[in-house]
């Protein structure tokens, strides 16, 4: 009998999405979260790969690592927060108002909260923090942000909106990215506005929390 999407496995692939926010996920640490046996994760693992429900990333002959695939994210749903457009990380896109589309049961994986929004990541500035082209990120709207937290910010002269960490010094904003290749944008504070903070995100490959970890 082929293999098959079950409760089990559900919760399965629900518990890597949530710990894979904190970085790679390995099918050991798997087994210990969902309080299951190596030999029992390891069963459960070998069906989602051979359904692409997850990827297995095998490091050593003892040890992979773990990711979602875009088959799982859609088997899972992800509590209706709007779609609200794309996102650049790289250069800046024109930033739209017309929602479009929702994703559903989004609140299983992060905090999310009314008012929240979700867009699509376009550009390749944010890679070293596991943030990649085509990836869904979880926005929380605000005014106010930590020094070096990644934001979306709106660069009033073009009327364009970029993900990039945010960074005060004397009186400009400098949005940087994690990419080596590209250099900080610098502006005036009159000339931005931070529209919101990342809180989650959504891909195929594993992300990193922050620049040192």
Not at 73 to 98: N, V
Request: glycine share 8%.
């Amino acid at each position: 009998m082929p293999p098959r999407i079950t409760e089990i496995r559900k919760k399965i692939l629900t518990c890597l999405l949530k710990l894979s926010q904190n970085g790679p996920v390995t099918a050991a640490e798997l087994a210990r979260k969902m309080e299951m046996t190596p030999q029992n994760i390891h069963l459960h693992v070998k069906a989602l790969e051979e359904m692409g429900y997850l990827t297995v990333h095998r490091l050593t002959d003892r040890t992979a690592t773990l990711t979602i695939a875009e088959k799982a994210e859609k088997e899972l749903g992800l509590g209706a927060l709007p779609i609200a457009g794309q996102i650049a990380a790289g250069f800046p896109l024109t930033p739209s108002d017309h929602t479009q589309g929702f994703m559903s049961r989004l609140s299983d994986f992060f905090d999310a909260r009314e008012g929240d929004y979700l867009l699509k990541v376009e550009g390749t500035s944010m890679t070293g923090v596991g943030i990649f082209p085509g990836d869904m990120v979880v926005v929380r709207p605000t005014t106010e942000i930590v020094e070096g937290e990644i934001a979306v910010v709106l660069i009033k002269s073009d009327n364009l909106v970029t993900l990039k960490r945010w960074y005060i010094e004397g009186d400009q904003v400098v949005l940087v990215s994690e990419n080596a290749a590209m250099e900080p944008m610098r502006y005036r504070k009159e000339d931005v506005t931070l529209q919101g903070q990342l809180i989650g995100r959504m891909g195929g490959k594993p992300p990193r929390k922050n620049r040192h970890s």
